[in-house]
């Protein structure tokens, strides 16, 4: 452990560089802020993007400390905090990006509006592996398209970080899930209670038909962007909603307009980035508790453990499409 005025932390200096381990400063809980101790950071695809130099939209210039989830405990608390205290197990997608420092160092100050209570039932390194993904699904199914019971939801890329929790959430409010990916996922999904569609067989035509009667889905998710939204605005019904977490490509809008169907778009790091929503990340951070704590919703975590001298495979797992679920670097 470093002293108490610094902290260990990895750095990258430029894109495409090495993690290097250094002792810096130690933050200081300002206002509005409470000091973590950071037990475990979430590794995401994004931060594999940022440290490659290919995330513009995040704006965080190298060199950085990296890692946008993280999971720990209330060391210190700034003055005018009252909703936390110190020795509090808490969790949130708390920097990272925008020239925020991240989670892979031994402490950080955070902003309280992007944290909440960590689920009592999950692990450090389990609750780690929420935040972003748990957001983004939220922000898409309850807050964008209003999802409800009896409504038949598809989820395209269901078993992916984003996908696998929206899955979850739409199950916790009686919806009908669907969830397209590949045949190796089936049985994951079916535990979901998600009715499994091979992403290799048949036309999106072909599972409309088949699951809804040519009717389509009420609520669509698109985790995967470019041929993914196309087939959500095909598949969604007459008044339904789509919704991306990915929908940065140029689209035909004709067959989402023909069925008077709205459209949605979900940036979760606005509020990191712009300062505007940041306690709305905090609330949905405190439904997901609830939903932990209920048994409505857990992680689908890969088997293996890294720390802080690994991180560097944790980045490889993810870039080479090799993680068999979330990734999450134990740091304390």
């Known amino acids: 452990m470093s002293s108490k005025s610094t902290m260990k932390a990895l750095l990258v200096d430029a894109p495409q560089g090495a993690f290097r381990q250094t002792e810096i400063a130690r933050p200081e809980a300002a206002k509005g802020q409470v000091l973590v101790r950071i037990q475990a950071s979430g590794v ?3 931060d594999t993007k940022i440290r490659a130099g ?3 939209h995040a704006r965080h210039p190298l060199p950085a400390i990296l890692g946008i989830d993280m999971a720990g405990i209330v060391e210190a608390v700034g003055s005018d905090v009252t909703g936390f205290r110190r020795g509090d197990a808490v969790y949130g997608m708390t920097g990272g990006v925008g020239g925020i420092q991240g989670s892979l160092a031994e402490f950080a100050a955070v ?3 992007l944290i909440a209570l960590k689920p009592s039932n999950l692990s450090m390194r389990e609750t780690a592996a929420l935040p972003l993904a748990a957001i983004t699904a939220w922000e898409g199914l309850v807050d964008r398209a209003k999802v409800a019971s009896g409504q038949r939801v598809l989820v395209i890329g269901g078993a992916g970080g984003v996908g696998h929790i929206a899955v979850q959430i739409a199950r916790a409010v009686g919806a009908e899930v669907y969830a397209i990916d590949g045949a ?12 499994a569609i091979d992403r290799a067989v048949g036309t999106i035509e072909d599972h ?6 040519g009717r389509g889905f009420d609520v669509v998710y698109d985790t995967a962007g470019g041929a993914g939204l196309d087939m959500a605005f095909k598949a969604v019904s007459r008044f339904g909603h789509v919704v991306s977490a990915l929908g940065w490509g140029t689209h035909a809008l004709a067959p989402l307009s023909f069925k008077a169907a709205s459209y949605s778009g ?6 990191l980035l712009t300062g505007e929503g940041r306690a709305h990340h905090g609330e949905i951070l405190r439904g997901v508790t609830r939903l932990a704590e209920a048994g ?5 975590m890969d088997s293996r453990r890294f720390s802080l001298a690994d991180v560097a495979e944790a980045h490889r797992l993810i870039e080479s499409r090799e993680a068999e679920g979330k990734l999450v670097v134990e740091i304390d």
């Open 296 to 300: 409505k919703l857990l992680p689908r």
């Open 111 to 113: 902003d309280v509006d």
């Open 208 to 213: 409309v038909a088949t699951y809804t009667g």
């Open 184 to 195: 190796a996922k089936a049985d994951y999904l079916r535990s979901l209670g998600a009715t």
């Open 266 to 271: 979900v940036f979760t790091l606005l509020p």
């Open 44 to 46: 995401n695809p994004l």
């Open 54 to 56: 290919n995330a513009a």
